[in-house]
């Protein structure tokens, strides 16, 4: 008499998560915040950690960052996917306007790094009434 063998279903560990060819972290959800790490056309790919092993890289998603800085005031805006970062704000008044004018976001003095999460489309970011256009993703 042959011996069955019992298959089981491997378990899932944890997520690898790529960037640039790189590991750049672990998740253990769904989601991965890489905020604050793009260098304007990044590349991110994620595996799945098995108790059985790795599986191969996903297809490879590109991620574009479109970045606009004001030495005058040293105020760094970039526009990524649906999000907004200023960098620089150090206490400054920060206001976020589509192109038709509607106010999405404002706060009072901010920290010198502030993520905004918006929709996709053309912004308006007022710093201290220095104003500067982005596009988001």
């Given at each position: 008499m042959q011996a069955s063998r019992v298959r089981r279903s491997p378990?899932?560990?944890?997520?690898?998560?790529?960037?640039?060819?790189?590991?750049?972290?672990?998740?253990t959800q769904t989601a991965y915040d890489a905020s604050g790490e793009a260098h304007h056309t990044d590349k991110y790919g994620v595996s799945v950690v098995y108790d059985l092993g790795e599986s191969e890289l996903t297809n490879l998603v590109t991620v574009s960052?479109?970045?606009?800085?004001?030495?005058?005031?040293?105020?760094?805006?970039?526009g990524g996917n649906e999000q907004i970062t200023v960098l620089g704000a150090d206490g400054r008044q920060v206001s976020i306007f589509t192109v038709a004018g509607q106010q999405v976001a404002a706060t009072g003095r901010v920290a010198s790094t502030q993520t905004y999460r918006v929709g996709s489309g053309i912004y308006v970011v007022n710093v201290d009434g220095k104003a500067f256009k982005v596009l988001v993703k």
């Amino acid at each position: 008499m042959q011996a069955s063998r019992v298959r089981r279903s491997p378990e899932l560990l944890y997520y690898n998560i790529y960037h640039n060819s790189a590991i750049d972290g672990t998740a253990t959800q769904t989601a991965y915040d890489a905020s604050g790490e793009a260098h304007h056309t990044d590349k991110y790919g994620v595996s799945v950690v098995y108790d059985l092993g790795e599986s191969e890289l996903t297809n490879l998603v590109t991620v574009s960052v479109q970045e606009v800085y004001d030495p005058s005031t040293n105020v760094r805006v970039i526009g990524g996917n649906e999000q907004i970062t200023v960098l620089g704000a150090d206490g400054r008044q920060v206001s976020i306007f589509t192109v038709a004018g509607q106010q999405v976001a404002a706060t009072g003095r901010v920290a010198s790094t502030q993520t905004y999460r918006v929709g996709s489309g053309i912004y308006v970011v007022n710093v201290d009434g220095k104003a500067f256009k982005v596009l988001v993703k």
